[in-house]
Nanobody, 121 residues
Framework: QVQLVESGGGLVQAGGSLRLSCAAS????????MGWFRQAPGKEREFVAA????????DYADSVKGRFTISRDNTRNTVYLQMNSLKPEDTAVYYC??????????????WGHGTQVTVSS
């Protein structure tokens, strides 16, 4: 069982930046693909970004490419999502995910409780 705890959400003006963090409670963090999904009010949940076990590969939704960067620190059991040039349409609850085998938009076994990101215009 892996527990994921997100932090770093908040309210920011359009054009601003936020960095989300996700701490994982597992001794084998480096064996998990990590990622981020988001869900806006009234919309379906959508994939945001994923990073492979050793950070050699990353994947992004088209809507965030060039603005968001996913990274991980396997010594700290933590994955990050740096969000720049934020837009009001980025407003959503952001969820950290983990899985040993999934990649990109596939299903992930473990989900955090989410952190709210609100971008004002």
């Amino acid at each position: 069982q892996v527990q994921l705890v997100e932090s770093g959400g908040g309210l920011v003006q359009a054009g601003g930046s936020l960095r989300l963090s996700c701490a994982a409670s597992t001794r084998t963090f480096s064996s998990y693909v990590m990622g981020w999904f988001r869900q806006a009010p009234g919309k379906e949940r959508e994939f945001v970004a994923a990073i492979s076990w050793t950070a050699s590969s990353t994947d992004y939704a088209d809507s965030v490419k060039g603005r968001f960067t996913i990274s991980r620190d396997n010594t700290r059991n933590t994955v990050y999502l740096q969000m720049n040039s934020l837009k009001p349409e980025d407003t959503a609850v952001y969820y950290c995910v983990a899985d040993r085998q999934a990649w990109g938009r596939e299903e992930y076994d473990y989900w955090g409780h989410g952190t709210q990101v609100t971008v004002s215009s």
